[in-house]
């Protein structure tokens, strides 16, 4: 079967121009290779029949393999470039699991309170300590992953000439592998900086923004930031499990109000907008406008604030870049530390946008007559190690990172799970107003995946915010 499955696929390598372990001229990482091939075998399990099928219609000649479905081989191709083309896979614990509607996560952790390196020795006779490592489990929810496309007839029949060469499904290929892969990075690199703000934080109940407010602020401060985002789970038909955690409340003029999701589809009202990095808090409209709280009106909100961070102030002042940002470097090593030295974890990445990266190489610790061993630029330029971690520039849309936060912590520690490969329906026909042929295919395909971080696990990480103290004031704002 599998040497079949092997001719097919190298065929649509081929047409995609694809190198067997180079992907936009990098290579690809050992995690990249072990989920493209866990993913592709659970697929290849999967739609067995399909893709013998196909192999045989080519061996017999056929230049269409399909008028009614998207063909395995391309449904196959987008599950391994998907694991390909994704940057989180290097720091999370991945693999498949078979799809239910929870799926179990088992992890073990240590209690610093058990038996360590002082209690270890018992004589004779005497009681024996624990050892301090305590196993459990908690359960991980299935995320839906679900995108569609179409095409015209006309445009299947100029493009399928030749033996698997749908350049219309190729070209979906590529873009299905891309979003996918984005969404699932944003899934997993959001997952944990979300975990590590939710370590150790504090909740603010009622907190008066009414003194604030003078008819002119647009833009009012929480008393402490970074906020924590509100963790909701949800079941396969999208209701919440359980009460959100670190909710957050919003009261204006004695009336609750919800937060703006930016759709534009919500009731007219008024809403609130939340700096969630920097603690600042806007009222607006249903269409985003931006409203003024009134002087005397009742201002309050709860929420949590993130402790398992430190904020570091980028105005440098009448400070030396070079020496401003060598300070940076020094708090870096701070929140290593802390991992190391009281959680019992070993910090072996940093995470940051471009961005930030560049605003850290001012230091003058990577000049050369100041370069300390294990701090050091890499050879694109790129941050290369503080402290011996190295740092690893993340981008793509919807992180929650920007250029504001840096995330440290240990690999491995967030669970990333493939319960169900990607997967596209049959081709429909499209109907237009009228309800006639349209000539015209849709079809949508959809995965299945998991990203859990264990609650007693969440402190493996720790983050810093970057803020500019000037900037950070009751103001009128956009």
């Known amino acids: ?31 990249q290779i072990k989920m493209g091939l866990f993913a592709t075998a659970k697929f290849d399990q999967d739609n067995f029949p399909k893709l013998l099928a196909e192999h045989k219609k080519l061996a017999g000649g056929d230049g269409i393999v399909s008028d009614v479905a998207v063909p395995a081989i391309h449904e196959r191709t987008i599950v391994r470039e998907t694991m390909y083309a994704m940057k989180g896979l290097e720091f999370v614990d991945s693999n498949v699991e078979s799809f239910a509607s929870a799926i179990v996560i088992p992890y073990s952790y240590r209690d610093p309170t058990a ?19 305590i ?31 749908w350049s219309a499904e190729i070209e979906n290929v590529k873009n299905s592998t891309r979003i996918v892969a984005e969404d699932t990075d944003q899934l997993i690199l959001n997952d944990m900086i979300h ?11 009622n907190e008066d923004l009414e003194p604030q407010a003078n008819d002119v602020n647009t833009v009012l401060l929480l008393a402490h930031f970074p906020v924590v985002r509100p963790r909701r789970v949800f ?44 603690g600042e808090l806007s009222l607006v409209a249903e269409d985003g406008a931006t409203l003024v709280p009134a002087d005397g009106v009742t201002y309050t909100i709860s929420y949590g604030y993130v402790t398992n961070v430190y904020a570091f102030d980028i105005d440098e002042g009448t400070v030396e870049a070079g020496v401003h940002w060598d300070t940076f470097l020094y708090r870096y090593a701070l929140r290593k530390s802390a991992i190391e030295d009281s959680r019992y974890h070993k910090v072996n990445f940093g995470l940051m946008s471009g961005t930030v ?16 061993p294990g701090t050091d630029l890499m050879s694109t330029g790129d941050l290369g190690r503080i402290k011996d971690v190295p740092n690893f520039k993340i981008y793509g849309p919807g992180l929650w990172y920007g ?18 490969p990607w997967h596209v329906s049959i081709l429909t026909s499209e109907r237009g107003p009228n309800g006639r042929f349209t000539g015209r295919k849709d079809a949508y395909g959809d995965q299945w995946i998991a990203v859990h971080t264990p609650t007693q696990l969440k402190g493996a990480f720790t983050s810093m915010v970057l803020y500019s103290g000037a900037s950070r004031v009751a103001r009128v704002g956009p």
Not at 4 to 30: W, Y
Not at 118 to 128: D, L
Not at 360 to 371: D, G, P, R, S, V
Not at 403 to 420: A, C, P
Request: charged share 25%.
């Open 357 to 372: 990266q560049t605003m850290i190489a001012q230091a003058k610790t990577f000049a050369a007559n100041f370069l300390k």
């Open 403 to 420: 250029d504001r936060r840096v995330l440290i912590g240990e690999r491995g520690i967030t669970r990333y799970r493939l319960l169900k």
């Open 235 to 278: 079941d396969l038909r999208g209701n919440q499990i359980g009460a959100a955690a670190n909710p957050i409340a919003v009261t204006y003029n004695g009336t609750a109000r919800d937060e703006y999701d930016g759709t534009g589809t919500q009731a007219a009202g008024i809403y609130y907008s939340l700096d969630y990095d920097i």
């Open 135 to 165: 196993q459990t489990s908690e359960s991980a929810y299935p995320i839906p992953q679900k995108l569609s496309f179409g095409f015209s007839d006309e445009l299947r029949y100029l493009t399928s000439a030749r033996h698997l060469d």
């Open 115 to 133: 038996a360590g390196r002082a209690n270890t020795r018992a004589y004779e006779g005497q009681e024996i300590s624990r050892s301090g490592v």
């Open 1 to 31: 079967m599998y040497n079949e499955i092997n001719q097919l696929q190298k065929i649509v390598d081929s047409r995609l121009k694809l190198a067997e372990t180079v992907r936009n001229d990098k290579p690809l990482t050992e995690a």
């Open 195 to 205: 975990s590590s703000d939710e370590y150790s934080a504090v909740a603010v109940p």
